[in-house]
């Protein structure tokens, strides 16, 4: 014969030992969920610092359009004036161009760092051959492997 659980009153409710099994559970799943999170906000983060190197890059071309193919004077501040979308400083959580260096008449380097600063992505155009990087250089980030994007 089975034993009864007898409450008194007529109480329903949940035992002390189901409320732990479900604890249990749920504790095993955000273990396992929340560093799959994680990793994606990392790929979001260095999404955004990739495509904004991307639009310094195109706008770096418009710059050089205007000014006979040269990229001499390139600064931060003017690719702002080409794509306003461009920021040049960290704040409001967005990734922003870091430098602009080696401006020359054949080339320029453009770096931007990723919203939370641990990242970094460089577009580097010398003599007509664009080469991309990246630190750190680790595979488990979302859009650096092997030091390239």
């Given at each position: 014969?089975?034993?009864?659980?007898?409450?008194?009153?007529?109480?329903?409710?949940?035992?002390?030992?189901?409320?732990?099994v479900?604890?249990?559970?749920?504790?095993?799943?955000?273990?396992?969920?929340?560093?799959?999170?994680?990793?994606?906000?990392?790929?979001?983060?260095?999404?955004?610092?990739?495509?904004?190197?991307?639009?310094?890059?195109?706008?770096?071309?418009?710059?050089?359009?205007?000014?006979?193919?040269?990229y001499?004077?390139?600064?931060?501040?003017?690719?702002?004036?080409?794509?306003?979308?461009?920021?040049?400083?960290?704040?409001?959580?967005?990734?922003?161009?870091?430098?602009?260096?080696?401006?020359?008449?054949?080339?320029?380097?453009v770096?931007?760092?990723?919203?939370?600063?641990?990242?970094?992505?460089?577009?580097n155009?010398?003599?007509?051959?664009?080469?991309?990087?990246?630190?750190?250089?680790?595979?488990?980030?979302?859009?650096?492997?092997?030091?390239?994007?």
């Amino acid at each position: 014969m089975r034993a009864r659980l007898i409450r008194s009153g007529g109480e329903t409710g949940f035992t002390l030992l189901e409320m732990l099994v479900v604890i249990l559970i749920v504790g095993i799943l955000a273990t396992i969920a929340l560093p799959s999170f994680l990793n994606q906000v990392s790929k979001a983060s260095d999404a955004s610092a990739q495509e904004l190197a991307h639009q310094a890059q195109l706008a770096a071309e418009t710059y050089a359009t205007d000014n006979d193919g040269s990229y001499s004077g390139l600064t931060a501040a003017a690719l702002s004036r080409y794509d306003a979308t461009i920021q040049t400083s960290a704040g409001n959580g967005d990734a922003y161009v870091l430098s602009v260096t080696n401006a020359t008449a054949t080339g320029y380097e453009v770096t931007t760092a990723s919203p939370n600063g641990d990242a970094t992505f460089t577009v580097n155009r010398s003599g007509g051959v664009i080469t991309r990087s990246c630190t750190p250089a680790d595979a488990v980030r979302g859009g650096c492997v092997d030091g390239s994007w």
